[in-house]
Structure formats: structure tokens, C-alpha cells
């Protein structure tokens, strides 16, 4: 049996297919610029896999500020899957799943979903503990005790409230949503409101990703080498590299690095205090900076696993 598995994000669309072995692909697609394309770029990306069994979906690309609302961006999502795969499977956040017909009638159950996948998978799995998934964008971080996903939240607004989602991510995060201030030469130094920096130049210049993982746009259309990154790290604090040395602005991205690390430990430590789970699961192409926050809240028990959103549909149902 062949199983395609789609999740369908904001900048990025992910597929994980099952034919004897599993195999799994990522392809950039910015839906606030080219959401009219989808249907096209899918059908480009998919082809070759099917026919395909059975394909399930789960989606995040109808937050994408070319929407309206989310239930216009679920249904064009949904639109366009079903103009390329008969009869598709979407993800609710229940963790069951819903023919298309029932997806298109309740787009707000299916909505921002696929982080109930990751959560199942591991619940069926390992019982107990907390997954922490740092992605591009975002980190989940969801409780799971005794076999059952036991997050407050369903929605990513009651998320958001239950320190369950943090917008924040390794890739996409523009480096002054992290701090107000950033110490230079030990002066605190108050940084731009631009989207000068993302967070994918912090860690390239750390060493935590290679320029082939930094798979989103810059933020100025330049490089991804390590030098374009130290230029626009240098702009968050209105700075250049005539000003600035390289072992200087390497001390800003550790820095930033640093505070981004305490923004998620900060909520990984209020579902460990609510919960009472001591271990962890950590995930995601962020799995170092997801570690290394898990630590900082006290979880000694941190576990790697490699798992995403499709990967773990394939399995689930």
C-alpha cells in the first residue's frame, strides 16, 4: 500500500511518502505571495507519487496573512488538494481524521492541526512526556501523559494562552520579536524594529545550521553565507561590519541565541510545573535550541526523536 502524507505550512510544504520504505521531502512555498499558485506547485511536487492509496493532510498555511480568515485559507488549501488527489484524508484537531467533505464543512477542526500528529505519534509511542518540536517558525510544546495528548489547548489562540505554542523558530523569527536590547561591548544597546535579521542568520553564523538548512527568503533578498548573515545581524543594532568585527557580531548572535533559549524555557518550565512530566521529547529542525531549553527548565530526561507532521500521519491511522 502507498500512503502520501501532506503538511501543508505557511512557508513550507512537506510530504512524507510510505511504498515499502518512507521517504520525505521539503519544498519552500511562501503562500502570502503566491497562494494562486498552490494547486500547480502541488500537482509539479506529487505527480510522481501517485497514484497513491491513501493521502492525508494536515495544514497550517491558512494563518498565512493572505487570507481573510482561517476558514477562506482551509478551504483553499482543501480546494486545491482535491484538484490534484481524489478523495484526500485531513486532520482534525481531535487527532481523528475527516473526509474531505466533513474538512470543508468544519474548517476550523482541521485548521492549524498538525501538531496533534507529532503529539499522537509520540503518545502512542512513549506514554509519557513532553514533546517540544522546534521549527522554522514556531515551537510546540505539547504534555502527554499515560498514552493521551493532555494539552489545555486545541486552537492556536488557546495554545498561544496555555504556553503550549510559541511563535518562535529557528528560521523565520525576526530577530527583534526575541529582545529589546542587545548588549554590545557590554553597553546595552536598544535594537531596530526592522526586519533587518532573521533568526536563520543567528545560527548559521553559530555553526547550528548549514546554508542548505536555511531555507526561507532573506530578510534583504541577499546571501546566505556566513558573511551576509554578520551584515544583517550588525543592522539590528543599526551597526555594519566596518563598525563591528566578526568576533563582536558572533558575540550579539550568542547572545540573541541566549534570549531566545529563555523565551521558550520560560514556557517548557509552566507546562513541567502544571503537568508534573519530567522528561522530554525534543524535535524539529531546532531539536539543539528545543534541548537546550528543555535543560535550562530543569528536564534532565531529554530524548531526540526524529518526527514531523507527515512522517507521523503515515503511521497513525
Keep these: 500500500m502507498k500512503i502520501l502524507a501532506l503538511d ?5 510544504l512537506k510530504l512524507a511518502i510510505a511504498d515499502g ?29 501517485l497514484p497513491a492509496d491513501r493521502v492525508r493532510v494536515t495544514m497550517t498555511a491558512e494563518l498565512a496573512d493572505c ?6 485559507g482551509v478551504r483553499h488549501v482543501l480546494e486545491g488538494v482535491k484538484n490534484v488527489v481524489p478523495n484526500p484524508e485531513v486532520l482534525m484537531v481531535g487527532g481523528e481524521l475527516l473526509s474531505l467533505k466533513e474538512a470543508f464543512s468544519n474548517p476550523y477542526r482541521v485548521a492549524s492541526a498538525n501538531w496533534m500528529a507529532t503529539s499522537l505519534w509520540i503518545a502512542r509511542r512513549f506514554k509519557t512526556g513532553i514533546l517540544i518540536d522546534t521549527g522554522s517558525t514556531t515551537t510546540d510544546i505539547i504534555p502527554v501523559k499515560d498514552g493521551q ?8 489562540l488557546e495554545r498561544l494562552q496555555n504556553s503550549e505554542l510559541v511563535y518562535s523558530g529557528v528560521l523565520r523569527t525576526n530577530v527583534a520579536t526575541i529582545l529589546n536590547e542587545i548588549e554590545v561591548n557590554g553597553i546595552p544597546t536598544p535594537v531596530s524594529s526592522e526586519l533587518f535579521a532573521i533568526t536563520a542568520d543567528v545560527y548559521r553564523i553559530l555553526g547550528e545550521i548549514s546554508q542548505a538548512e536555511y531555507c526561507c527568503e532573506t530578510p534583504d533578498g541577499k546571501g546566505k553565507g556566513i558573511e551576509d548573515c554578520m551584515r544583517r545581524i550588525a543592522r539590528v543594532v543599526c551597526s555594519d561590519m566596518n563598525e563591528l568585527n566578526e568576533k563582536q557580531i558572533e558575540e550579539i548572535a550568542g547572545f540573541i541565541k541566549e534570549r531566545q533559549i529563555e523565551k521558550i524555557s520560560d514556557s517548557i518550565s509552566i507546562i513541567f510545573k502544571k503537568t508534573g512530566i519530567d522528561n522530554a521529547f525534543v524535535s524539529g529542525l531546532g531539536d539543539f535550541l528545543a534541548e537546550e531549553a528543555a535543560k535550562k527548565a530543569g528536564i534532565q530526561d531529554i530524548r531526540k526523536i526524529k518526527i514531523s507532521p507527515a512522517r507521523a500521519l503515515l503511521d497513525l491511522f
Excluded at 487570507?67 to 477562506?72: I, N, P, Q, S, V
Design 67 to 72: 487570507y481573510r480568515a482561517k476558514d477562506e
Design 21 to 49: 520504505g518512507v521517504r520525505e521531502y521539503t519544498h519552500y512555498f511562501p503562500f502570502w505571495k503566491r497562494k494562486d499558485d498552490f494547486e500547480d506547485f502541488l500537482r509539479s511536487k506529487i505527480s510522481k507519487f
Design 149 to 156: 495528548v493532555i494539552s489545555k489547548g486545541k486552537f492556536d
Design 8 to 12: 501543508v505550512g505557511g512557508a513550507n
